[in-house]
């Protein structure tokens, strides 16, 4: 189905990002894995994506708070692979505090690498999906955005500024085949959230379904708006009923 199509996945060595690699890789994409920290998972990915599924799968170490790493890493992926073609922005990290004690460094980091970090992912892509005349951006946001979360003020701060800049670069380049949406997850089970217990009952309290989400989840939203041609400008929740 993603045959012929390279997909960047930012933050793909693990999590969620790693699941969405899979998925797309699965349905015939080729990967270029960004990831910030473990080379060694990243390329665990990879070649996870090429044994499996046969494609091409490339890894690059790059902090996507950067914009001018975000340009180098993105024409190193360009001289590496052809037809880049969609683009996930999921790389995101928390810097959880009250805000009456929040350190300026720990909002600036959050706005930084979730919300700066997609700008500048689709700063240096959007030309190229301008010139094929397609595109596939999916940005992941979370159900925090949506409706606020004691704690976390700088995390729903980025990620609600993740739904406003996808809808804007929805509507900037609908009429280049161009579409941009974003996923809201809710409790998922990664490394971002193993310091709260799965099983923690005021948060499965909170979720309809009674469970709390696996990677795969997401992915299969990520790969369905990818494959989506006439949806745009759209935030779906994958959040067991948590946000509804
Ligand atoms: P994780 O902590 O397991 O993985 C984060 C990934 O982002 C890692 O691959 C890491 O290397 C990468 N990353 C972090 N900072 C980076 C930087 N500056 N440059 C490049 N890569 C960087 O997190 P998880 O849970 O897989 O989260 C993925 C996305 O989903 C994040 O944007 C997160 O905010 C979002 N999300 C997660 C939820 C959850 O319950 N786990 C809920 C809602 C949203």
Sequence with gaps: MLKGHTAIITGGSRGIGAAVSEKLASLGADIAVIYAGSTELAEQVCRKCEETYKVKARAYQCNVADFEQTKEVVQKIRADFENIGILVNNAGITRDGLIAMMKESAFDEVIDTNLKGAFNMIRHTCGIFMK?????????????????????????????????????????????NITCNAVAPGFISTDMTKDLAQDNESILSAIPLKRAGRPEDVADAVAFLVCADYITGDVIRVDGGMAM
């Design 132 to 176: 094929g005349k397609y595109g596939r951006i999916v940005n992941i946001s979370s159900v925090s955005g949506l409706t606020g979360n004691p704690g976390q003020i700088n995390y729903s701060a980025s990620k609600a500024g993740i739904v406003g800049l996808t809808k804007s670069v929805a509507r900037e380049l609908a009429s280049k």
